[in-house]
């Protein structure tokens, strides 16, 4: 019964996640359309920046960016989660994927998958639960470009709102912290 359980459970979030990022992009591609203003420069394609206020808990991310065209940005990267709660500690290693639209100007939203492979190691019980997760971020947010002695910087501005969408074994009492957290995230980063 517990695995009929998750398969119900994993298929839900995915169907959610589903619809969030076919809404995300059709409604920025329409909105991006009307507006027709682009943001990203031709001449710059490439981006690496990192977050300066995620590691206030305890999560150290570096974050690539392509821009294919003027109105979007694809984002790799990777992360070490060590953060620690009242169940236990983290030790996520993680890959970052994600997609950024610009609707005008420097506002755009934005969406990371943050796949991982976490040995959870749990206070509740004092066992390790190693396993794969999957962590999603939406953000709204802002991009502030400028020139310094001949070097593009920018710096991103996107609060966004963070969730579980899967893990594989769970420790004790995982259930009861699972919810949405708000994500203060600001990256500073250079364009190549």
């Not at 990022?21 to 507006?35: C, E, P, R, T």
């Not at 990203?40 to 392509?66: E, H, L, R, V």
């Not at 310094?148 to 709102?161: E, F, K, M, N, V």
Request: glycine share 10%; net charge positive.
């Amino acid at each position: 019964m517990p695995r009929y359980t998750n398969r119900i459970s994993i298929m839900n979030s995915v169907t959610k996640i589903s619809l969030f990022v076919a809404f995300m992009l059709i409604s920025a591609n329409v909105f991006g359309q009307k507006v027709g203003n682009s943001f990203n420069k031709p001449d710059k394609s490439w981006g690496i920046g990192t977050s300066i206020t995620y590691p206030m808990a305890d999560i150290y991310m570096i974050q690539g960016s392509y821009s294919p065209g003027e109105h979007s940005d694809i984002l790799c990267g990777a992360a070490f989660q060590n953060w620690e709660n009242n169940q236990g500690r983290a030790h996520a290693y993680t890959l970052l994927l994600g997609y950024r639209r610009f609707i005008w100007r420097g506002l755009h939203t934005e969406m990371e998958l943050w796949p991982a492979y976490n040995p959870f190691r749990s206070s509740i019980d004092g066992k390790t639960y190693t396993g794969l997760e999957l962590w999603m971020s939406v953000r709204v947010g802002y991009k502030l470009e400028f020139n310094t002695s001949g070097i593009d910087l920018y710096i991103l501005a996107q609060p966004g709102i963070g969730f579980g969408v899967f893990r594989d074994n769970p420790w004790p009492d995982k259930e009861k912290d699972d919810k949405a957290v708000f994500e203060p995230q600001m990256i500073v980063g250079i364009k190549l």
